[in-house]
Nanobody, 112 residues
């Protein structure tokens, strides 16, 4: 049974930082492409960043501010978010790419 559990969300002021974590179980984590998605209020869920064995990709709006990484020994993926903006507010989900496996989400709120 695949489980993805996000943590690390919260309320932060503009310009602040947060680090999200996604703990995975039930998959061969080191060979698995993973991603972070974000759903802002009233908007569709969209890709923020992805990571696989070849590297990582980012949506333009977070380039230079967010860093996706993984610790295969801990079966955990991270999203380091710096210089946060109000438009980064939303529920952040981790996902196993090319599958229907999603985490439950963690709320990030950036206040101005």
């Amino acid at each position: 049974q695949v489980q993805l559990v996000e943590s690390g969300g919260g309320l932060v002021q503009v310009g602040g930082s947060l680090r999200l974590s996604c703990a995975a179980s039930g998959i061969v984590f080191r060979n698995t492409a993973m991603a972070w998605y974000r759903q802002a209020p009233g908007k569709q869920r969209g890709l923020v960043a992805s990571i696989n064995n070849d590297g990582s990709t980012y949506v333009d709006s977070v380039k230079g501010r967010f860093t996706i990484s993984r610790d295969n020994a801990k079966n955990t993926m991270y999203l380091q978010m710096n210089s946060l903006k109000p438009e980064d507010t939303g529920i952040y989900y981790c996902k196993v790419l090319f599958t229907s496996y999603w985490g439950q989400g963690t709320q990030v709120t950036v206040s101005s």
